[in-house]
T-cell receptor, first 114, second 113 residues
Framework: AQSVTQLGSHVSVSEGALVLLRCNYS??????LFWYVQYPNQGLQLLLK??????LVKGINGFEAEFKKSETSFHLTKPSAHMSDAAEYFC????????????FGKGNQVVVIP | KAGVTQTPRYLIKTRGQQVTLSCSPI?????VSWYQQTPGQGLQFLFE???????NKGNFPGRFSGRQFSNSRSEMNVSTLELGDSALYLC????????????FGSGTQLSVL
């Protein structure tokens, strides 16, 4: 079974400051890892994904994440927060074979302070 | 290209009733997955269909069922509704399995009174 841990349901960040959202996963096989963003009253949108290859992954809207196998982590960062980054962010894991079954973390609600 | 379309957007039902939710995937996508989102449990996988076949099922009671049609459109059904079934139900599509990118609809907000 696979699982994801995201600590801190609410994260406040000042506009222009670093955004750091932590994600740790548990998986018995090398996983696929994802970060999704959800804006109010909308579905989820893929920010970035790691499948194989380069461990530093760049996504949309200036976000990036680094896969660290030894730490079983996939933390999401953005150097400078913008007001439009206020949303809920979900880390997710899936096995690398056979299905589209994602296990999501509980999510981080990001508030950007002007 | 139209995105994933879910209907209806909002639904209010009473305990004991049954409900059917609909999902139209992006044109050309053959995989449809369903997720339940609640404040307490977060996002939980319900089931996944590919070419009209259920490939995976999550840990939900048999009251939750689904199907996929030949045009890839999918429906999910919940029978004998309970208060705890109140949730946002999200549908996601992709063109292949395994997934490299899921495209999510805006969801159906179900309230059970």
């Amino acid at each position: 079974a696979q699982s994801v841990t995201q600590l801190g349901s609410h994260v406040s960040v000042s506009e222009g400051a670093l955004v750091l959202l932590r994600c740790n996963y548990s998986s018995s096989v090398p996983p696929y890892l994802f970060w999704y963003v959800q804006y109010p009253n909308q579905g989820l949108q893929l920010l970035l994904k790691y499948t194989t290859g380069a461990t530093l992954v760049k996504g949309i809207n200036g976000f990036e994440a680094e896969f660290k196998k030894s730490e079983t982590s996939f933390h999401l960062t953005k150097p400078s927060a913008h007001m439009s980054d206020a949303a809920e962010y979900f880390c997710a894991v899936s096995p690398p074979y056979g299905n589209n079954r994602l296990a999501f973390g509980k999510g981080n609600q990001v508030v950007v302070i002007p | 290209k139209a995105g994933v379309t879910q209907t209806p957007r909002y639904l209010i039902k009473t305990r004991g009733q049954q409900v059917t939710l609909s999902c139209s995937p992006i044109s050309g996508h053959r995989s449809v997955s369903w997720y339940q989102q609640t404040p307490g449990q977060g996002l939980q996988f319900l089931f996944e269909y590919f070419s009209e076949t259920q490939r995976n099922k999550g840990n939900f009671p048999g009251r939750f069922s689904g199907r996929q049609f030949s045009n890839s459109r999918s429906e999910m059904n919940v029978s004998t509704l309970e208060l705890g079934d109140s949730a946002l139900y999200l549908c996601a599509s992709s063109w292949q399995v395994p997934n490299e990118k899921l495209f999510f609809g805006s969801g159906t907000q179900l309230s059970v009174l």
